[in-house]
C-alpha cells in the first residue's frame, strides 16, 4: 500500500498560480497512475486531472485543460498539479490518489487518498 500526502495549497488571487504535491511513501507512487480529485465546500469529490506510471499519459476534466498540468518525477516519488490562471471556482480541496481499476474519472476507482490540500481563489 502506499500512503500519500498533499501539500502546495493556499490562497492566491484570481489568474494566479499555485503548484501542488503529493509526495508518495510505502510502496513506490512509480508502481501506480496516480490522479487529483477536488471537493468544493458541499459539493462530491471530482476528476481533476490523471496521469499514467511512466507519465506519458495524461487526461484532464474539461474545466481545467489548458490551465493545469499533471505530472510526476519517480525518482522523488512525487506527483504535481501546476495550476494557472486560477478562477473562484477552482476553490476546494485538493486530493491525490492511487489508481486502481475502472474509469479514470471515477472516484471508487482509486485508493489511498490523501488527507487532501486547502486552495482558496480569492480577492
Known amino acids: 500500500q502506499v500512503q500519500l500526502v498533499e501539500s502546495g495549497g493556499g490562497l492566491v488571487q484570481p489568474g494566479g498560480s499555485l503548484i501542488l504535491s503529493c509526495a508518495a511513501s510505502?510502496?513506490?507512487?512509480?508502481?501506480?497512475?496516480m490522479g487529483w480529485f477536488r471537493q468544493a465546500a458541499g459539493k462530491e469529490r471530482l476528476f481533476v486531472a490523471r496521469i499514467s506510471m511512466s507519465g506519458g499519459f495524461t487526461a484532464y476534466t474539461d474545466d481545467v485543460k489548458g490551465r493545469f498540468t499533471i505530472s510526476r518525477d519517480n525518482a522523488k516519488n512525487t506527483v504535481y498539479l501546476q495550476m494557472n490562471s486560477l478562477k473562484p471556482e477552482d476553490t476546494a480541496i485538493y486530493y491525490c490518489a492511487a489508481y486502481a481499476r475502472g474509469g479514470y474519472y471515477s472516484v471508487t476507482s482509486y485508493h489511498s487518498w490523501g488527507q487532501g490540500t486547502q486552495v482558496t481563489v480569492s480577492s
Open positions: 510505502g510502496r513506490t507512487a512509480s508502481s501506480y497512475s
